[in-house]
């Protein structure tokens, strides 16, 4: 089935705004197999609009349409739309009641130019969003069918998963139950990942299972869809292979689905009623800031430490008489670690040390981390050294500084080799 | 001069990375007052591509395409240009040299499979590409020219404005010198700021000024092109129209053109051989991790404090015996500051308390901000009170705060009411 996509709004056309729009729907038509073969992208001019839905509706079997359900005069959608089925406009009285109630709801009476919102080109189907004005519909043009999209990613989001990946899938005749299994890892290149998962993908004799990553540094996502007639056998089929991925990436998976590192070391945090203290250098607050702000975080995170100065880290963690040579080290990393945990009285205590080289900034620039982990029965550490200049290098000392310390309380090996290390 | 892009590369088109290239290319364009018709994404395959080139080609005049010229199989630029145009691909000896140069400075021997990258459209115009091996060119398909660009984003950015940018103000007519002038601001919306400014197009006689706005919250960028036909000119134009910015916007300014509000403090701060101690709670580290990296934030940033707890904060800045009744207050916040400032031996302290509304995050949920300045000579301290979610307030504060102490060093008014506060 040939897929298209087409983005409207003067915003995004003239880079006001990254389209995010775009990749988002491209992504989850993946994640259900389905492959999107053209994407166009235009702004609030009518002409424009015209001959991009018909150029769409010659080529392609399918086509979504992102933006311009809105109630101002720029959002031309349903117009050009109806204009390029040759349809007409007409109110759907239905959708009228919907947007009333929305308003009543919300205590304020409905802007007369929000009516707009529910005029729709005679016949076409109704796609619900269930969380805005903006009413999305389904129509012809050409050979292909249009399901048109609000611009509010919230609502995109909603209405491409439960209206129109349904509806595409059952277009193209694709098997009916879907599900997407992700995996989120720190330490394994993506190239890695992939040839330790070899094979994965036959696991299952008749099929349905695609391998797919999504490589967003430090982590990477490596994603499974399973395809079946029947959610049953979707579930069947996911079973080995997903005890196959944790088997093989073993240590290195530290969050799945919709779970987070952060998530996941606070929650195991939190069962154990345990608290947390963080020394940090060069990450410069970036580890603090991925935890403190988060719900339930106020009960376990203590205290963070940010300096780049290690007599300032001493002084703050109340090793005033105490010499740490001045050098970043596992036993500088250690002795502060300890310390920053009864300075602060938390159970736990993460200090990740930076020492970053000297020099300009160049892809070649490195530093080394010095990290330790203390709890009421020990202390661990653990060094690495990375290159890739001081953006990567920081992002990378705040990754391997929390997945340690997620290591550390799942009762895993602190110290393992990860591919992003040099020697 | 109708303008397109296309994108390529099954990267983009699976939405696996977000095409963050074009609108880089449409800003960019639109700084100079060109203007994007139309844009396209496809992947790297032949037929799609072909096709994109020859309607691009039938309904522009000029096009710009990011992305396959890299050495490998999937890049297919240069091989489809040369059949859309109805060329042969020829070995540009001059490009081939360079590429070797290129990695024999970096001590490497070229791959043989780099050598597909000088392999051009006979009779094509080179772009230069001074920081990438990927050789940008130039040539005719249909009735368009067609730019062809790396898809690196630093490769990109260079090449449009040394090479590109020019040659599509020389096709399009165009007045040859334009400049951009960019002002940074907190604490007004766009439609305040576009209000403030009405009539500032018209300050210069003759045109050539022209207004616009990006908004990433919480900060704006207020972004004046001149136009004129030479240098003298643009300057001689921009000079009023950049004093009465100035004035209009006045203290809410943070920044000019590439300038950043923790660059803008952190230098205010080094001048004066001052140093910072940062105590946050809600913005959880988020103040301290845009300074700490910084070159040259060593010498300036003593120490940061990140605590959702009171007591925590009491005990880090030495006020163990003091009683702060264990509630956000500007009394508190200026408490805290100058302990802090004691307690690190810091010259200056910046406090930012943030007091969030209970219950579960939804878009009016708010919170109360209390932060305070401390320097050798007094303390100052300022309320506001923001909604918008968890996310907003937090990314709100922590402007707020930075802001503020932008203003302190400045001998601006710290407090002054900001559109984005609720009382």
Redesign the interface.
Known sequence: MLIE?I?TGDE?????????N???????L?DFGL?????????DDRE?LLN?FR?AGERADAVIVNGGLGPTIDDLSQEIAAKAAGLELRLNEDWLARMEEFFRRRARVMPPNNRKQAMLPEGAEVLDNPVGTACGFALDIGRARFFFTPGVPRELRRMLEEEIVPRLLSLSGTQAAIHLKRFHSYGLGESHVDALLAGLEDLVPGGGVKLGF?AHYPQLETKITVRGCDLHEVQQKLAPVQEEVRKRLGNFILAEDDNTLEGVVLKALAVERSTLA?V?T????????R???L?G??AV?????????LA??R??VGLDGRNLNGEVSCEAAETVAEAARK??AASHALAVLVELDEGA?RIDLGGTICLAVASPDEVVSRRARMLGG?DWV?LGAAELGLDCLRRYLQGLPVVERIDFERT
């Open positions: 996509i983005c995004v056309l003239t880079g006001k705004i990254v389209n995010s775009f990749s988002c729907i491209s992504q989850k993946e492959t999107v073969r053209w994407g166009t992208t235009v702004g424009t991009a150029e999504r963080v940090e060069f990450t410069a607050g970036h580890i603090a800031s935890l403190v702000h719900p975080a106020e995170f203590k205290r963070g430490i940010v300096s780049r100065d300032q880290i002084s703050a300075a602060t900034d001081r920081r």
